[in-house]
């Protein structure tokens, strides 16, 4: 078990809603995840962290936004929900910087946009 | 940029049988090769990793992995199956500070 929460595990919402994400981890690692999971797609990356207020984008980042005041905190804003964000989201730590090192998850979000 | 196919979107197969699941990336670098195992409603959990050495690498719940770095692949394998290994199955490459995922393969078994 690698201390890492996800909340909330489930959301509603409707289009054009801010909606904000979290990722609570307990084990002070510096490298952090945020992914969506779409049937066909496996898990592509939105954003990572690689310490505290250091972030930088992933491949589908287009409408996220994160932030990472704390080290254990990392958060994923969406600022103007839209339908095609419903998916569910994971969260991912990465116990060391180097390439070798796995990556760990959260149990996910479910987020639906209406 | 690095990318990882997994050609098999569903595999069905019947308990005990063994089975095979395929996975192949694209580098001309050295990568770190993973997978991983997703239970309904759960998230990843790694079943096993391939950093260096012996091609054969064994992981939990009796999955083994061979890599094949000449034909850049990274195949899972049971040789005999149980209804709870039921579950979808991902390929990851370990590259800088990123991973890059596969589709996924869903692994049914079937009484």
């Known amino acids: 078990d690698a201390g890492i929460t996800q909340s909330p595990r489930h959301k509603v919402t409707e289009t054009g809603t801010p909606v904000t994400l979290r990722c609570h981890q307990t084990e002070n690692h510096r490298y952090m995840y945020w992914y969506r999971q779409d049937p066909g797609h496996g898990l592509r990356l939105i954003h990572y962290s690689y310490g505290v207020k250091d972030t930088d984008k992933g491949e589908v980042s287009d409408g996220y936004s994160v932030s990472r005041s704390k080290t254990e905190d990392f958060l994923l804003t969406l600022e103007s929900a839209t339908s095609s964000q419903t998916s569910v989201y994971f969260c991912?730590?990465?116990?060391?910087?180097?390439?070798?090192?796995?990556?760990?998850f959260g149990p996910g979000t479910r987020l639906t946009v209406l | 940029a690095q990318s990882v196919t997994q050609l098999d979107s569903q595999v069905p197969v019947f308990e005990e049988a063994p089975v095979e699941l395929r996975c192949n990336y694209s580098s001309s670098v050295s990568v770190y090769l993973f997978w991983y195992v997703q239970y309904p409603n759960q998230g990843l959990q790694l079943l096993l990793k391939?950093?260096?050495?012996?091609?054969l690498v064994k992981g939990i719940n009796g999955f083994e992995a061979e890599f094949n770095k000449s034909q850049t692949s990274f195949h899972l394998r049971k040789p005999s199956v149980h209804i709870s290994d039921t579950a979808e199955y991902f390929c990851?490459?370990?590259?800088?500070?990123?991973?890059?995922f596969g589709p996924g393969t869903r692994l049914s078994v079937l009484p």
């Open positions: 991912a730590i990465r116990e060391g910087i180097s390439s070798y090192n796995e990556q760990f």
């Open positions: 990851a490459v370990s590259y800088g500070q990123n991973f890059v």
């Open positions: 391939y950093l260096s050495g012996s091609t």
